[in-house]
């Protein structure tokens, strides 16, 4: 079990860390990659109101300079999914649900000895590119070289 002692002072370190970057250039993606709130509530969070035990998220907070780098020296993406989910927006003053194609790009690799997965979202046709998390060390399959489309292990809207 992790020491989770230090867990604000790590928390407050990572966000500062985090809303420093802005935008990171992905040569896997031919975009800039936007490091917006979103993503790092996703650290933070597995879905609205259900909070990620801490281990895993200062885990995550520790890994951030590795996604960075990761982002910046990538040339390849291994998975790729797209899906159709409902936002609520506003239209003339109410809110409306709306339905709109949701991207998401896996990007893996061992960076400074420690194996991890990055993803990147976009929402919607004209989105910007942003990332969503990152994924410590876990198990992937026997046809790990090869690169999938539509094959994207676990669920990357939760992990």
Same mark, same amino acid.
């Given at each position: 079990?992790?020491?989770v ?5 790590? !928390? ?23 490091f ?11 879905r ?17 300079p590795?996604?960075? !780098?990761l982002?910046n ?6 998975? &790729? ?12 003053k !109410?809110r ?25 979202? !976009? ?5 910007? &590119? ?17 690169? &999938?489309?539509?094959?994207m ?7």
């Amino acid at each position: 079990m992790q020491d989770v002692s230090n867990y604000e002072k790590l !928390k407050e370190d990572a966000q500062r860390y985090y809303f420093t970057i802005g935008g990171v250039n992905s040569p896997a993606l031919g975009q800039n990659v936007h490091f917006s709130s979103e993503g790092f509530n996703h650290i933070i969070f597995k879905r609205a109101r259900s909070e990620r035990e801490q281990s895993s998220q200062m885990l995550r907070f520790k890994l951030l300079p590795l996604a960075v !780098k990761l982002l910046n020296l990538s040339t390849t993406y291994q998975e &790729f999914e797209e899906t159709i989910k409902e936002f609520e927006v506003k239209t003339y003053k !109410k809110r409306v649900k709306k339905s709109k194609p949701v991207s998401y790009w896996g990007i893996i690799a061992i960076v400074d000895g420690r194996k991890i997965k990055v993803i990147v979202r !976009k929402i919607g046709d004209n989105g910007v &590119f942003h990332f969503w998390s990152i994924v410590p060390a876990w198990v992937t399959n026997k046809y790990r070289d090869i690169k &999938f489309f539509n094959t994207m292990k676990g669920n990357p809207d939760e992990d």
